[in-house]
């Protein structure tokens, strides 16, 4: 996990990382805040060979900012299908970014069905009050789409 104040001129370094650090290598998921995406970078622009990517560009009108902002979820292909990372929830505005993705990991205990990554970035201007009661909507929502038991995990029947 990294603020990384523009993700796409540190491609080329976390690519390199990727192929010389073992603890680069063997991570099942990246989540950066600050990527400075937008709609105008094309996803080839930040691909990571071996890993899905899920981005969550600032919305300019949603978050009444100029620049900055963005989260983005690299998730390994060694440890995830692609095709089982689904984006769950995305949230932009003046007090928080958010972003939920849910995955069906390779290797789960049979009480679970999925995982739900929720990044988060709030801004320094934000109000911390309001970027909370989001975050805990956010989670009570996902929670109640799963059907979920938090403690045990148990799906309801």
């Not at 919305?59 to 690299?74: M, N, V």
């Not at 709030?122 to 009050?129: H, Q, V």
Request: contains cysteine; positive net charge; hydrophobic residues 35%.
């Amino acid at each position: 996990m990294g603020k990384v104040r523009s993700l796409g001129n540190k491609m080329d370094e976390l690519s390199a990382l990727l192929k010389t650090q073992r603890e680069y290598r063997e991570c099942s998921i990246f989540c950066f805040t600050e990527t400075w995406l937008h709609s105008h970078i094309h996803a080839n622009s930040v691909v990571l060979p071996g890993y899905s990517l899920v981005r969550g560009d600032r919305d300019c009108s949603s978050s009444r900012k100029k620049k900055g902002g963005g989260i983005a979820l690299f998730v390994s292909e060694r440890w995830c299908n692609p095709g089982h990372v689904n984006l769950k929830e995305r949230l932009c505005t003046p007090d928080i970014e958010l972003l939920a993705v849910g995955m069906r990991r390779y290797y789960l205990p049979r009480e679970f069905t999925s995982t739900i990554v929720i990044i988060v970035y709030i801004p320094p201007s934000a109000d911390a009050a309001v970027a909370c009661d989001v975050i805990s909507s956010a989670a009570a929502k996902l929670q109640t789409e799963q059907e979920i038991f938090p403690a045990t995990g148990h799906q309801r029947v």
